[in-house]
């Protein structure tokens, strides 16, 4: 196993860590912080391949996992932003229970 | 040179005499409100006009016997013209004074007789309208014209019986008289289509091509057609079938005497001297025509019409039934006369006729203007002596129709038997008409008792009532007592004279009643030469001819004869009770009864022709209703059907389909919107599982 | 062998705090949890040569958005619930839907080049920042000036949702932040 296949692996098994707690969890937070474990996952995947891929002295991968974590910082504070409304309007943060735009 | 265009003149301008009663007749028509003086007065000054130009026709005739023409070119078939005109001999002549004659005197009548009924003006329009017509058909040149002419007369006919059509009887009558006429009118026509085959032309005369003249009579003669006839003597005869409906001979006679319901006027202008001597004048016409056998069948037709006629005339109870029937009787001497002695012989018979009928047929209605519309001589009597100068007049008429001595009749009906008497085919015509003149004396011998003679027996007050009262009671009433007709109500009730205006054409006829025979005496023939064109002579010799007093002696006996037994049943015991039997009656029941039934003619035409027609028009109603109604029925039933069936196509399967459609896609629509709910974390698995399945399916395909 | 200790050990603590994260049944805990994870991470980015990265995410996983979920976390108390069973059929489902996504994923990558690839990686590149200053600069100025505005907008986004309302009767929550603003 090449070591860009390792840190593939370990990025994929976070990825699917981080999406088994997006499914599973109530509470709207914790689908957040999965959902930035699979952000992250996706980062070490662009960092493993500026590594190990053809041509590193472009940092290409670093660059754009720079502006990823930037991204995902303004989505987390928007994020819970909203979470802080909903959760003041509908006196509760579960998901299951905010279902009100169905059809 | 003169006289000569002025004889020129009336001819050329003949067509006045029937044009200018038929305007008066149109202004009268055309009269917005009643207005009785100018009516009368226009037909009545009409009549009075187309008299004087008959009478200068008349001398124009006189003055030149010959045959005048004169012929206009009416309308073009193709490149032919088809001709109609008019024509002046002393035929004509003779006809049109006593037309205009008659007629004149029967309108002032008619002033006087219809002056309390509602509808005045309309009687005069159509008399006007009658006379015209009339005069039309004497004055015709063409077969075609007096066709046309004979139908107006037919029609006038038609209107004139069924002047008072409220009652049903008279709307019946009217009716029965145009049909009985148009079966003899249609065999009239068939032979006119078949004469202009044969000749083609209708003009009687024009420059040696009319059908009557030498060069279509040769041709006629010389083809053979059915049962070895020669084509004119098939012409002819068919002639004779319009003659036989026209002037009531046997078969078609049955509509004469229900011709009486119209009012008396009528009843003498037409029904007597006018419409029916029409078919008698067409044969006389169409003479050159009437081969031997022709003129047999016509004389055969005429003497048993007459001994029909009369014997029926014994048991009637109407006094207008009684002349109706005498009428009928006297044709069938005209045509006797026609048949076996010729043109002369014949008319002479038709003039005297026309004034006496004419005149008696006045008097009736005089009679029964003054008993207040009563018709049933059983309910009359001793008249004579309220009615002096009614009674006077009738006398002279009634002893003309017998054929008194030296009355007019007697010299035309003389005429008529010497001729029969030497007819060379059969005798029997002969007897027939000897009996026929027995029997003509008897029955008026018998009228005469019951009306002017004897005890009155006019019931007082309700006249039409009682008369219907009584008549039901007994058994042997055949006649009804007819009911009183609209607006002929007088306000007096006993018995009374007519007024002048009603009497003085009585006193007229009557005097011609009497005088008018001696025109025609053989002593001095001057009718029957005038016909022939040349002149005559008073000659006393004319007496002299072989059987001919003997003959005149035989006919006077056979006339007291038939006075003495009318004297013997009727005059020596006076009828007492308007429900006491008639004297023949006691004598022999069942022919009485028979004769007063008419024979039954009726009834067998009732059973068998008009039985005929009832079922024919059943038939084809079936058909229309049935056959034809049930085609169109069916057409209907299967376009409703089709209608129906796309209605239903429509509703159910378009609309229903569609609604099913829509209804589906919302069903659809409904079950999609159910993927939505609601919750993100169902959202992000199913991302997921799309993920790995579309994973899966790339990286299947790259496997190997 | 390609794979040094310290990666291995650095992958489990950043996967055992994943764990932690997602399973745990305080919040609190599973936000520490998940900034251990966060941290594991950066330790990786440093283990394979990206300085400014790790050193990115500690600054700003670890250092701001950790510790905005735990202030979110403890804003949002009083309706805390409890962690469902963990063998409910949603818990099934999402867990048997990751294994299948794990699946695919692993089986990709061992399918690919890369698993097949050559041994040996070349050495880190030397001395970055200077590197990657000029290319941000030069390179992706543009990204960098749009992140800047992006960062903007969303701070003001965020502290417009998330201002508190004044409780007063019944008013529209979105009427009542714009008058809040205004005021």
């Given at each position: 196993m090449t070591p860009l296949a390792g840190c593939l692996l370990v990025s994929a098994l976070l990825f699917s860590i981080g999406l088994a707690g997006a499914l599973t969890r109530r509470n709207a937070i914790l689908v957040l912080a999965g959902i930035e474990l699979m952000l992250n996952a996706a980062n070490l995947n662009f960092i493993a391949f500026w590594r190990f891929g053809p041509n590193p002295e472009a940092f290409t991968g670093v660059m754009f996992v720079i502006f990823s974590i930037a991204v995902a910082a303004a989505e987390a504070a928007v994020g819970l932003a909203l979470i802080l409304a909903i959760y003041r309007h509908a006196r509760t943060s579960d998901v299951s229970e905010i279902a009100e735009m169905r059809g | 040179m003169t006289a000569g265009s002025s004889q020129n003149w009336i001819v050329q301008n003949?067509?006045?005499?029937?044009?200018?009663?038929?305007?008066?007749?149109?202004?009268?028509?055309?009269?917005?409100?009643?207005?009785?003086?100018?009516?009368?007065?226009?037909?009545?000054?009409?009549?009075?006009?187309?008299?004087?130009?008959?009478?200068?026709?008349?001398?124009?005739?006189?003055?030149?016997?010959?045959?005048?023409?004169?012929?206009?070119?009416?309308?073009?078939?193709?490149?032919?013209?088809?001709?109609?005109?008019?024509?002046?001999?002393?035929?004509?002549?003779?006809?049109?004074?006593?037309?205009?004659?008659?007629?004149?005197?029967?309108?002032?009548?008619?002033?006087?007789?219809?002056?309390?009924?509602?509808?005045?003006?309309?009687?005069?329009?159509?008399?006007?309208?009658?006379?015209?017509?009339?005069?039309?058909?004497?004055?015709?040149?063409?077969?075609?014209?007096?066709?046309?002419?004979?139908?107006?007369?037919?029609?006038?006919?038609?209107?004139?019986?069924?002047?008072?059509?409220?009652?049903?009887?008279?709307?019946?009558?009217?009716?029965?008289?145009?049909?009985?006429?148009?079966?003899?009118?249609?065999?009239l026509l068939i032979g006119m289509v078949w004469l202009y085959s044969q000749a083609g032309t209708l003009l009687f005369y024009g420059n040696g091509n009319g059908c009557l003249e030498q060069r279509a009579l040769a041709a006629m003669a010389a083809h053979a057609t059915v049962a070895g006839m020669a084509v004119s003597t098939a012409i002819g005869l068919l002639i004779f079938c319009g003659a036989v409906g026209k002037s009531?001979?046997?078969?078609?006679?049955?509509?004469?005497?229900?011709?009486?319901?119209?009012?008396?006027?009528?009843s003498a202008l037409i029904h007597a001297a006018t419409m029916v001597a029409a078919g008698v004048y067409l044969v006389a016409r169409v003479y050159p025509l009437m081969s031997g056998s022709a003129l047999e069948v016509v004389a055969w037709v005429g003497a048993v019409t007459a001994i029909f006629a009369a014997c029926i005339a014994v048991a009637q109870n109407d006094i207008k039934r009684i002349l109706a029937y005498s009428t009928v009787s006297q044709l069938g001497y005209m045509m006797l006369g026609l048949g076996v002695g010729g043109v002369a012989v014949g008319?002479?018979?038709?003039?005297?006729?026309?004034?006496?009928?004419?005149?008696?047929?006045?008097?009736?209605?005089?009679?029964?203007?003054?008993?207040?519309?009563?018709?049933?001589?059983?309910?009359?009597?001793?008249?004579?002596?309220?009615?002096?100068?009614?009674?006077?007049?009738?006398?002279?008429?009634?002893?003309?129709?017998?054929?008194?001595?030296?009355?007019?009749?007697?010299?035309?009906?003389?005429?008529?038997?010497?001729?029969?008497?030497?007819?060379?085919?059969?005798?029997?015509?002969?007897?027939?008409?000897?009996?026929?003149?027995?029997?003509?004396?008897?029955?008026?011998?018998?009228?005469?008792?019951?009306?002017?003679?004897?005890?009155?027996?006019?019931?007082?007050?309700?006249?039409?009532?009682?008369?219907?009262?009584?008549?039901?009671?007994?058994?042997?009433?055949?006649?009804?007592?007819?009911?009183?007709?609209?607006?002929?109500?007088?306000?007096?009730?006993?018995?009374?004279?007519?007024?002048?205006?009603?009497?003085?054409?009585?006193?007229?006829?009557?005097?011609?009643?009497?005088?008018?025979?001696?025109?025609?005496?053989?002593?001095?023939?001057?009718?029957?030469?005038?016909?022939?064109?040349?002149?005559?002579?008073?000659?006393w010799s004319g007496f002299g001819e072989p059987g001919l007093m003997s003959l005149?002696?035989?006919?006077?006996?056979?006339?007291?004869?038939?006075?003495?037994?009318?004297?013997?049943?009727?005059?020596?015991?006076?009828?007492?009770?308007?429900?006491?039997?008639?004297?023949?009656?006691?004598?022999?029941?069942?022919?009485?009864?028979?004769?007063?039934?008419?024979?039954?003619?009726?009834?067998?035409?009732?059973?068998?022709?008009?039985?005929?027609?009832?079922?024919?028009?059943?038939?084809?109603?079936?058909?229309?209703?049935?056959?034809?109604?049930?085609?169109?029925?069916?057409?209907?039933?299967?376009?409703?059907?089709?209608?129906?069936?796309?209605?239903?196509?429509?509703?159910?399967?378009?609309?229903?389909?569609?609604?099913?459609?829509?209804?589906?896609?919302?069903?659809?629509?409904?079950?999609?919107?159910?993927?939505?709910?609601?919750?993100?974390?169902?959202?992000?698995?199913?991302?997921?599982?799309?993920?790995?399945?579309?994973?899966?399916?790339?990286?299947?395909?790259?496997?190997? | 062998m390609g794979m040094t200790v310290s990666f291995l050990i650095l992958a489990i603590v950043t996967l055992a705090g994943g764990v932690a994260a997602m399973t745990l049944r305080r919040l609190v805990h599973c936000a520490l949890a998940l900034a251990v994870s966060f941290a594991g991470l950066a330790g990786l980015y440093l283990n394979l040569g990206a300085d400014f990265a790790g050193l990115a995410q500690l600054l700003v996983y670890v250092g701001a958005i950790a510790i905005l979920i735990v202030f979110a976390i403890l804003l949002t108390r009083s309706a805390e619930t409890e962690l469902q069973k963990v063998f409910s059929p949603a818990g099934v489902m999402g867990a048997l839907l990751a294994i299948g996504v794990f699946g695919v994923l692993a089986w990709a990558v061992l399918a690919s080049s890369a698993a097949r690839g050559a041994a040996a990686a070349g050495p880190a590149p030397s001395s970055p920042m200077r590197e990657i200053g000029f290319i941000l600069m030069q390179r992706y100025v543009l990204p960098l000036e749009v992140i800047a505005l992006m960062l903007t907008a969303a701070m003001i986004g965020a502290v417009i949702l998330a201002v508190r309302e004044k409780p007063l009767s019944a008013a529209s929550p979105r009427s009542e932040s714009s008058r809040e603003l205004r005021a």
């Open positions: - | 003949l067509w006045l005499i029937p044009a200018i009663p038929m305007v008066a007749a149109g202004l009268v028509a055309l009269m917005k409100r009643a207005n009785r003086g100018l009516a009368a007065t226009l037909a009545i000054g009409s009549m009075a006009v187309s008299l004087l130009l008959s009478l200068r026709a008349f001398a124009a005739a006189l003055a030149n016997p010959m045959l005048q023409v004169r012929n206009v070119d009416w309308m073009q078939f193709g490149d032919q013209w088809v001709q109609l005109g008019w024509l002046l001999d002393p035929l004509a002549a003779v006809m049109l004074v006593m037309v205009t004659f008659v007629g004149l005197l029967i309108f002032i009548y008619s002033v006087g007789y219809m002056a309390h009924d509602d509808n005045f003006t309309r009687f005069f329009c159509f008399l006007s309208l009658f006379a015209g017509a009339m005069l039309g058909v004497v004055i015709a040149n063409s077969l075609l014209l007096l066709f046309m002419c004979w139908e107006v007369v037919g029609l006038t006919s038609y209107l004139l019986i069924g002047f008072w059509f409220q009652r049903p009887a008279a709307a019946a009558a009217a009716k029965k008289a145009f049909i009985t006429t148009r079966v003899g009118d249609l065999g009531g001979q046997v078969p078609l006679h049955v509509w004469l005497p229900d011709a009486m319901e119209g009012p008396t006027p009528v008319m002479f018979h038709l003039i005297t006729h026309a004034f006496f009928k004419a005149l008696l047929f006045l008097g009736a209605g005089s009679v029964i203007h003054g008993c207040t519309e009563e018709q049933d001589i059983r309910n009359m009597g001793g008249l004579r002596k309220f009615m002096p100068v009614t009674f006077a007049a009738y006398t002279c008429g009634m002893l003309a129709l017998c054929g008194f001595p030296l009355f007019a009749g007697f010299w035309s009906k003389d005429a008529i038997l010497h001729s029969a008497h030497g007819w060379g085919i059969s005798r029997g015509p002969f007897y027939l008409g000897a009996i026929g003149a027995l029997l003509t004396a008897f029955y008026m011998t018998r009228q005469m008792y019951y009306v002017f003679f004897g005890q009155k027996r006019t019931p007082a007050a309700t006249v039409g009532a009682a008369a219907v009262a009584v008549h039901g009671a007994t058994e042997h009433a055949v006649e009804p007592a007819v009911s009183p007709r609209p607006g002929e109500v007088c306000a007096v009730e006993e018995p009374h004279e007519s007024p002048v205006v009603m009497t003085i054409p009585l006193a007229i006829l009557a005097v011609f009643a009497v005088l008018l025979g001696f025109v025609g005496t053989p002593a001095w023939p001057w009718f029957q030469n005038f016909l022939g064109g040349h002149g005559v002579t008073f000659d005149m002696l035989t006919s006077s006996l056979i006339v007291m004869l038939g006075l003495l037994l009318g004297w013997f049943f009727y005059g020596r015991r006076p009828i007492v009770h308007p429900t006491d039997e008639d004297a023949l009656e006691e004598l022999a029941p069942p022919v009485f009864s028979a004769l007063a039934h008419r024979l039954y003619v009726d009834e067998l035409y009732s059973v068998t022709v008009i039985a005929l027609a009832r079922f024919g028009a059943a038939f084809a109603s079936w058909l229309d209703r049935w056959i034809f109604g049930g085609a169109v029925r069916l057409v209907a039933w299967a376009v409703t059907g089709v209608s129906w069936l796309d209605a239903g196509v429509d509703r159910f399967v378009v609309n229903g389909g569609f609604d099913e459609g829509c209804r589906e896609l919302s069903r659809g629509g409904r079950l999609l919107s159910r993927l939505q709910n609601g919750r993100v974390q169902t959202y992000l698995s199913v991302i997921a599982a799309a993920l790995v399945v579309l994973g899966v399916w790339l990286l299947w395909g790259h496997r190997g | -």
